[in-house]
């Protein structure tokens, strides 16, 4: 029998291989038509009877992405939640419930819905290759797992391991699932299909949680579990902002032990948090994040070779994520002394990915430290790191362009300095981009993008072709002082300077900010990236944009304070941690929380009104992304216009009246309120 998704073939052995292949897709996904195929073919195969069952892809990228999250946009009400919901359950227990045994070979990425259809097999092997990942990343669009996957994994690996991975959403790696007992082996790829027929045939016992995890889950050990599990999520999702982790947690406290009631449950509950505000905010990331994706598949770069100039904590973290996405990099200093200790925290980087001692010293063979330059007349992609002056990028450009390929491109890391100003020291300025990383770059996933006017359009396809290959979220903006992250930034971390100048403790501050949803306060992140670069990017905005910048950041550059390089700024920092000792007063927190984050969004309306990005939704995607403002949110502009873009303004109004020019509102907001 033919199918659309999938192809069905019996071998000699009478085992059946069934490769999933959902057509007109680059990635297999669950949708509602290819979970219905698969209905079908599990009827069918159950009627042959073979001796086994194996579940494989036909995607050379991955087993199985999860769900269709593009159906999830038109789900109206929890009827229509629940219908498409209880759909994926009913395959999964059909998986489940064949007479005979079944295997999934995981290969690349295994996520969501993919990995709840590994957990109703009876085994699973895994790909031994570092692209195999497996995850349950539902957590991270405002759900949890819902085809069965909270059961089956609190099942197969225990609570402890299972309650990790779901509340994190993050990604396993094939040898560390192997540890879990989320996969029953890892193998090389000339083993697989010998590996399948093993399992098949043996039927070892299916992996199951051990005693520990059995007194875990047990009725009298449950709440005791599920309280500290709420404690510990709660530091990084509070409960009002984020209501899945929770509703996870008191899924398994009140269920766990009964399969009916627990997958009933399940179902109910993804079906009341898929329509509600979080969950489609964070659909609408998501989605935003495959946008600023697909900026970087228009062309593809064969670049090899990256030379990185300024083995500072930038250039050097530029360099060890470049080697660990595969490049040769070269990095280039004064001297080999400047260079030494760039090399040590990218092999601390580096080690801390692969773990696989093979693969870290491959990685940190690609990292050739360079103190004479002489990567530079090989490189595909020149990255210039350098301190943020425009003398110095300007003398350091006009040297270097002569040793360079010709067609080699040419990026800058600056973070406020526009590129017409940059591109005068050049020859041929058509090969000169902005590529500008955040700090840190291993966790940092936007990059901003920016052209001069002479940059050829080849350059700007190459540039954002190379930022997808490094696992970077590429976003354009226009060349403008402080492009249109640190633009909008700056006006948030001064006012809390302003604050703290005025008396506010930096903890009433920083809590306040935290309370909106912001990852980290303002206060902690200027520490963070160093007191004397905010006060250098802070006073070009000044000179630029007439920013006003408090002179208590200053007077504390003066005095050496920088803050977490070297121990101190707004915070006493001890083994990377701020010690959060009490100071100033308490201050009145609405207020407090209203003046940093309406400053922010005034400052996001006044890139609107210049272009800085193309369009709204560009701009909260780079500020979700490049800032972590509050995910749940949906964005900046889609939070202004849930809250009413009237009551923003009249805010902005009363604060400009108490506090002076700086929250006077920009035009944008009027002309919204106009209609235009």
């Given at each position: 029998m033919s199918y659309r998704h999938f192809r069905l073939e019996y071998d000699t052995d009478?085992?059946?291989?069934?490769?999933?292949?959902?057509?007109?897709?680059?990635?297999?996904?669950?949708?509602?038509?290819?979970?219905?195929?698969?209905?079908?073919?599990?009827?069918?195969?159950?009627?042959?009877?073979?001796?086994?069952?194996?579940?494989?892809?036909?995607?050379?990228?991955?087993?199985?992405?999860?769900?269709?999250?593009?159906?999830?946009?038109?789900?109206?009400?929890?009827?229509?939640?629940?219908?498409?919901?209880?759909?994926?359950?009913?395959?999964?227990?059909?998986?489940?419930?064949?007479?005979?045994?079944?295997?999934?070979?995981?290969?690349?990425?295994?996520?969501?819905?993919?990995?709840e259809l590994a957990l109703a097999c009876d085994y699973r092997l895994a790909l031994d290759d570092p692209t195999t990942v497996i995850g349950l990343p539902e957590i991270r669009l405002g759900i949890h797992p819902g085809f069965g996957g909270t059961l089956r994994a609190i099942e197969t690996l225990g609570v402890r391991h299972a309650m990790d991975m779901m509340l994190s959403g993050r990604a396993i790696k094939a040898h560390q699932a192997r540890r879990m007992g989320l996969v029953d082996d890892c193998v090389p790829e000339r083993q697989m299909f010998a590996a399948a027929r093993h399992f098949?045939?043996?039927?070892?016992?299916?992996?199951?949680?051990?005693?520990?995890?059995?007194?875990?889950?047990?009725?009298?050990?449950?709440?005791?579990?599920?309280?500290?599990?709420?404690?510990?999520?709660?530091?990084?999702?509070?409960?009002?902002?984020?209501?899945?982790?929770?509703?996870?947690?008191?899924?398994?406290?009140?269920?766990?032990?009964n399969r009916q009631n627990m997958l009933?449950?399940?179902?109910?509950?993804?079906?009341?948090?898929?329509?509600?505000?979080?969950?489609?905010?964070?659909i609408r990331v998501f989605f935003l994040q495959e946008r600023l994706k697909q900026a970087g598949r228009q062309v593809r770069d064969e670049s090899r070779h990256v030379h990185v100039i300024g083995a500072g904590v930038m250039g050097?973290?530029?360099?060890?994520?470049?080697?660990?996405?595969?490049?040769?990099?070269?990095?280039?200093?004064?001297?080999?002394?400047?260079?030494?200790?760039?090399?040590?925290?990218?092999?601390?980087?580096?080690?801390?990915?692969?773990?696989?001692?093979?693969?870290?010293?491959?990685?940190?063979?690609?990292?050739?430290?360079?103190a004479d330059g002489y990567g530079l007349a090989k490189a595909d992609i020149v990255i210039e790191a350098v301190f943020e002056d425009l003398d110095?990028?300007?003398?350091?450009?006009?040297?270097?362009?002569?040793?360079?390929?010709?067609?080699?491109?040419?990026?800058?890391?600056?973070?406020?300095?526009?590129?017409?100003?940059?591109?005068?020291?050049?020859?041929?300025p058509d090969r000169l981009v902005a590529l500008h990383f955040f700090n840190p770059v291993a966790r940092m996933q936007l990059v901003e993008i920016s052209s001069a006017p002479a940059t050829s359009e080849t350059?700007?396809?190459?540039?954002?072709?190379?930022?997808?290959?490094?696992?970077?979220?590429?976003?354009?903006?226009?060349?403008?002082?402080?492009?249109?992250?640190?633009?909008?930034?700056?006006?948030?971390?001064?006012?809390?300077?302003?604050?703290?100048?005025?008396?506010?403790?930096?903890?009433?501050?920083?809590r306040e900010a935290r309370r909106f949803g912001m990852p980290m306060g303002p206060l902690e992140l200027a520490d963070t990236v160093g007191l004397d670069i905010c006060l250098s990017v802070a006073n070009i905005l000044s000179q630029r944009l007439g920013m006003p910048v408090p002179g208590k950041l200053g007077e504390m550059v003066d005095l050496g304070l920088t803050g977490r390089k070297n121990g101190q700024g707004f915070y006493v920092w001890h083994k990377g941690?701020?010690?959060?000792?009490?100071?100033?007063?308490?201050?009145?927190?609405?207020?407090?929380?209203?003046?940093?984050?309406?400053?922010?969004?005034?400052?996001?309306?006044?890139?609107l009104s210049e272009g800085i990005v193309d369009d709204p939704d560009l701009l909260d995607a780079g500020i979700v992304f490049g800032t972590g403002f509050a995910p749940f949110t949906g964005g900046p502009v889609h939070y202004m216009q849930h809250v009413g873009i009237d009551t923003v303004a009249a805010r902005l109004d009363e604060l400009a009246q108490r506090y002076g020019e700086r929250f006077a509102r920009d035009a944008w907001f009027q002309r919204q309120l106009d209609g235009e």
């Amino acid at each position: 029998m033919s199918y659309r998704h999938f192809r069905l073939e019996y071998d000699t052995d009478d085992l059946a291989w069934l490769q999933v292949d959902v057509a007109d897709r680059t990635v297999n996904v669950l949708s509602a038509e290819v979970l219905d195929e698969f209905s079908r073919v599990l009827e069918d195969v159950s009627t042959h009877s073979p001796a086994g069952l194996v579940i494989l892809s036909g995607k050379d990228n991955g087993f199985i992405a999860g769900a269709d999250v593009s159906e999830f946009t038109r789900i109206e009400n929890r009827e229509e939640a629940l219908a498409h919901i209880e759909r994926g359950q009913r395959c999964m227990d059909a998986l489940e419930a064949l007479p005979f045994p079944s295997i999934a070979l995981i290969h690349g990425f295994c996520m969501g819905g993919g990995t709840e259809l590994a957990l109703a097999c009876d085994y699973r092997l895994a790909l031994d290759d570092p692209t195999t990942v497996i995850g349950l990343p539902e957590i991270r669009l405002g759900i949890h797992p819902g085809f069965g996957g909270t059961l089956r994994a609190i099942e197969t690996l225990g609570v402890r391991h299972a309650m990790d991975m779901m509340l994190s959403g993050r990604a396993i790696k094939a040898h560390q699932a192997r540890r879990m007992g989320l996969v029953d082996d890892c193998v090389p790829e000339r083993q697989m299909f010998a590996a399948a027929r093993h399992f098949l045939r043996q039927r070892p016992p299916r992996r199951r949680a051990g005693w520990l995890d059995r007194i875990l889950g047990s009725r009298p050990v449950r709440p005791l579990l599920a309280r500290w599990l709420a404690r510990k999520t709660n530091r990084k999702a509070p409960r009002d902002h984020y209501p899945a982790p929770y509703a996870l947690i008191d899924l398994w406290r009140e269920h766990a032990g009964n399969r009916q009631n627990m997958l009933a449950a399940e179902a109910a509950s993804v079906a009341r948090l898929i329509t509600g505000d979080t969950a489609n905010n964070l659909i609408r990331v998501f989605f935003l994040q495959e946008r600023l994706k697909q900026a970087g598949r228009q062309v593809r770069d064969e670049s090899r070779h990256v030379h990185v100039i300024g083995a500072g904590v930038m250039g050097g973290d530029i360099a060890a994520w470049c080697a660990l996405k595969g490049f040769t990099v070269s990095l280039q200093d004064q001297s080999p002394e400047r260079i030494a200790p760039a090399i040590g925290r990218a092999w601390k980087t580096i080690q801390r990915k692969l773990r696989d001692p093979r693969l870290v010293r491959g990685t940190m063979d690609r990292l050739i430290a360079d103190a004479d330059g002489y990567g530079l007349a090989k490189a595909d992609i020149v990255i210039e790191a350098v301190f943020e002056d425009l003398d110095v990028k300007t003398t350091l450009l006009r040297e270097i362009e002569p040793r360079m390929r010709p067609d080699a491109l040419l990026a800058t890391n600056t973070s406020s300095i526009p590129l017409e100003e940059l591109e005068k020291a050049l020859k041929h300025p058509d090969r000169l981009v902005a590529l500008h990383f955040f700090n840190p770059v291993a966790r940092m996933q936007l990059v901003e993008i920016s052209s001069a006017p002479a940059t050829s359009e080849t350059s700007r396809t190459h540039i954002a072709s190379f930022a997808t290959r490094l696992s970077k979220l590429p976003v354009a903006v226009r060349s403008s002082p402080g492009f249109l992250v640190n633009r909008v930034l700056m006006p948030y971390m001064l006012e809390a300077v302003q604050l703290y100048e005025e008396g506010v403790s930096k903890q009433t501050i920083d809590r306040e900010a935290r309370r909106f949803g912001m990852p980290m306060g303002p206060l902690e992140l200027a520490d963070t990236v160093g007191l004397d670069i905010c006060l250098s990017v802070a006073n070009i905005l000044s000179q630029r944009l007439g920013m006003p910048v408090p002179g208590k950041l200053g007077e504390m550059v003066d005095l050496g304070l920088t803050g977490r390089k070297n121990g101190q700024g707004f915070y006493v920092w001890h083994k990377g941690r701020p010690q959060k000792e009490r100071d100033g007063k308490a201050g009145d927190a609405n207020d407090v929380q209203d003046r940093l984050i309406l400053r922010l969004l005034n400052e996001v309306a006044r890139c609107l009104s210049e272009g800085i990005v193309d369009d709204p939704d560009l701009l909260d995607a780079g500020i979700v992304f490049g800032t972590g403002f509050a995910p749940f949110t949906g964005g900046p502009v889609h939070y202004m216009q849930h809250v009413g873009i009237d009551t923003v303004a009249a805010r902005l109004d009363e604060l400009a009246q108490r506090y002076g020019e700086r929250f006077a509102r920009d035009a944008w907001f009027q002309r919204q309120l106009d209609g235009e």
